[in-house]
C-alpha cells in the first residue's frame, strides 16, 4: 500500500532536547514538504525538498533542520533553537508541478 | 506570490442544511486549487482538484466546489450536511509549492 508514514504518533521531549521527526514515502514523488501547525494559524511551510540532496527553507525554518539523502525520506530535527516548538507536523509528498499533495497521519510533539 | 483566502474560520450549520465554504485565490495562469479534509489529530485528505476543464467539480463524501475565473473563487458547498462533515477544511492553490488557506472549521448541529 502506497503512502506517507509519519513516526511517532505524539512525542514527548525535555526542552533543550533536539528531535527527530520521521517521513517516509513509497509513492516514489519527488517534492517532499514538512509543515507546522497551530490552532487558528493553518499551516506554514518549514522545509522543502524537489529532489534529493537539495532543500529550501519555508516560512518558519528558524530552529528546524532536514535533510534528503533519499528520495523515499525527509527527516525534520527540531533543535534546541526553535522557541516554542510545541505543535502538530504534518509531512506530505507530491510527484510534480500542479499536482495534488499527499499527506501523512503527522507527529504532536510536546515539548515541557 | 500565491495566495489563498478562506473567508470564515469557523461556520456552523444545522445536520441537512447546505453547506458553503468560502475560497479565493490569486490569480495565476494556470490555476491549480485543491480542497482538503482534516479531522481533529489526523493528516489532510484530499477532498476534490480543479486542474482544466470543466469548472464544476465533484468530489468525496458529496462535496463539490465550482471553479469562477472572473470571481477569483472556488467555493466548496455540500447540498446537505452530515454529522460526520464536522472537520477543518483547506483550500490550496499549487504550483511547485502549496499555499494554504487558514483554514474553516465546520460544525454540524444536530
Known amino acids: 500500500d502506497g503512502g506517507i508514514t509519519q513516526s511517532p504518533k505524539y512525542l514527548f521531549r525535555k526542552e533543550g532536547q533536539n528531535v527527530t521527526l520521521s517521513c517516509e514515502q513509497n509513492?516514489?514523488?519527488?517534492?517532499m514538504y514538512w509543515y507546522r501547525q497551530d490552532p487558528g494559524q493553518g499551516l506554514r511551510l518549514i522545509y522543502y525538498s524537489q529532489i534529493v540532496n537539495d532543500f529550501q527553507k519555508g516560512d518558519i525554518a528558524e530552529g528546524y533542520s532536514v535533510s534528503r539523502e533519499k528520495k523515499e525520506s525527509f527527516p525534520l530535527t527540531v533543535t534546541s533553537a526553535q522557541k516554542n516548538p510545541t505543535a502538530f507536523y504534518l509531512c506530505?509528498?507530491?510527484?510534480?508541478?500542479?499536482?495534488?499533495?499527499?499527506f501523512g497521519q503527522g507527529t504532536r510533539l510536546t515539548v515541557v | 506570490a500565491q495566495s489563498v483566502t478562506q473567508l470564515g474560520s469557523h461556520v456552523s450549520v444545522s445536520e441537512g442544511a447546505l453547506v458553503l465554504l468560502r475560497c479565493n485565490y490569486s490569480s495565476s495562469v494556470p490555476p491549480y486549487l485543491f480542497w482538503y479534509v482534516q479531522y481533529p489529530n489526523q493528516g489532510l485528505q484530499l477532498l476534490l482538484k480543479?486542474?482544466?476543464?470543466?469548472?464544476l467539480v465533484k468530489g468525496i463524501n458529496g462535496f463539490e466546489a465550482e471553479f469562477k475565473k472572473s470571481e477569483t473563487s472556488f467555493h466548496l458547498t455540500k447540498p446537505s450536511a452530515h454529522m460526520s462533515d464536522a472537520a477543518e477544511y483547506f483550500c490550496a492553490q499549487t504550483g511547485n509549492q502549496f499555499y494554504f488557506g487558514t483554514g474553516t472549521s465546520l460544525t454540524v448541529i444536530p
Open positions: 480543479y486542474t482544466t476543464g470543466a469548472t
Open positions: 506530505a509528498s507530491k510527484p510534480g508541478w500542479g499536482t495534488e499533495a499527499f
Open positions: 509513492l516514489n514523488h519527488d517534492a
